[in-house]
């Protein structure tokens, strides 16, 4: 994998960290807002899997506050 590209996921989900923190989200809460499973999600904040750029932009037009956190890869 690209180094970039995990630098740039990293980066992405530091800010969904963040936003999930200020909207007092749980991952599990997260998953069932944008229909994901939570080990899904799990695996994305583990490091374990990139965040595909579908999903980056299902994210963005579900939670509006994402748009400006987030760019894609």
């Known amino acids: ?11 992405i989900l530091q800010n969904l960290k963040a936003i999930l923190n ?3 989200l749980s991952q599990r809460d997260f998953a069932e807002l944008i229909g994901k ?5 799990s695996r ?3 490091g374990k ?5 579908a999903n980056i ?3 963005e037009g579900i ?3 994402c748009k400006s956190a987030f760019f894609l890869l």
């Open 37 to 41: 499973k939570e080990s899904e999600i």
């Open 57 to 59: 932009l299902k994210i």
């Open 22 to 24: 200020r909207r007092e």
């Open 1 to 11: 994998m690209n180094i970039l590209r995990i630098e740039k996921n990293q980066e």
């Open 49 to 53: 899997f990139c965040i595909s750029n």
């Open 44 to 46: 994305w904040f583990s």
């Open 63 to 65: 939670i509006e506050d």
